[in-house]
C-alpha cells in the first residue's frame, strides 16, 4: 500500500520558475510593477496559462480585475507572448507553461 502512496507523489509536476511581465500600461493594476519573478507550486496537473491567469488574479492583481480578465482568459487588447511567441500559435490557455517560460501581457487598450 505504501507504494501507491509513493507513486501519487511522483505522478505531483514540480514548482516552476517563470518570469511574468506586463507592459502598456498593464503594469498599473499590478502596483506599477513591470517584471516578477515567480514560483508556481507544483500540482497533480501540469500548469497551463489557464491555471496561470487564475494564479495571477489572486496573487498578483492590485486593482480593477475586470481590465485585465474576462471569464477565464484576459480580455480582449491585451496580447500575450509567450517566450516572445504570440500565444495564439502555441495553444492559448491550453499552453503548457515550462521552467523558466518568460509570459508577457502588453495592454492594447488606452484611454483618451
Known sequence: MGISCELGFLNMAAPLSVEVEFGGGAELL????????????????????????????????????????????????????????????LGELDYQLQDQDSILFISTLHGG
Open 30 to 89: 499590478f502596483d506599477g510593477i513591470k517584471k516578477h519573478q515567480v514560483t508556481l507550486p507544483g500540482q497533480e496537473e501540469p500548469w497551463v496559462i489557464r491555471d496561470l491567469l487564475v494564479w495571477i488574479k489572486k496573487n498578483l492583481l492590485k486593482e480593477r480585475p475586470e481590465l485585465f480578465i474576462q471569464g477565464d482568459s484576459v480580455r480582449p487588447g491585451i496580447l500575450v507572448l509567450i517566450n516572445d511567441a504570440d500565444w495564439e500559435l
